[in-house]
């Protein structure tokens, strides 16, 4: 297993403990708790130290809050988090390229 699946296998466990999420959430379940998150974060300051963790701004923090939100139920529904981002940052190199010959 890869560091990305065992920090969303992590995330996930965490998730569970806290009452966060559950085994087999549903679709209107994923997108409400996804949906709070990305009020949070749009609630945030840029410039604003976090008063969780001081290293980073209250912006940056939501969103890092949004990518466990997103490996935790990613990792619910048995997906290999490395191999998906994988494919999709492949295919947004295909993407780009097919955009860049566009513009020549």
């Known amino acids: 297993m890869g560091v990305l699946n065992e ?3 992590k995330c996930f466990e965490y998730a569970i403990r806290r009452g966060k999420t559950r085994i087999g959430v549903n679709h209107e379940e994923l997108v409400r708790g996804i949906g709070e998150e990305f009020v949070e974060l749009c609630m945030a300051d840029r410039y604003i130290k976090s008063k969780h963790v001081g290293w ?3 912006e940056q923090e939501e969103m890092v809050d949004l990518m466990i939100c997103c490996m935790t139920e990613l990792w619910n529904q048995g997906v290999d988090v490395e191999k ?3 494919d999709k940052i492949l295919l ?3 993407r780009a390229e097919r955009c860049r010959k566009e513009t020549l």
């Open 7 to 9: 920090w969303a296998r």
């Open 56 to 58: 980073l701004t209250e």
């Open 92 to 94: 947004n190199k295909k």
């Open 84 to 86: 998906a981002l994988n």
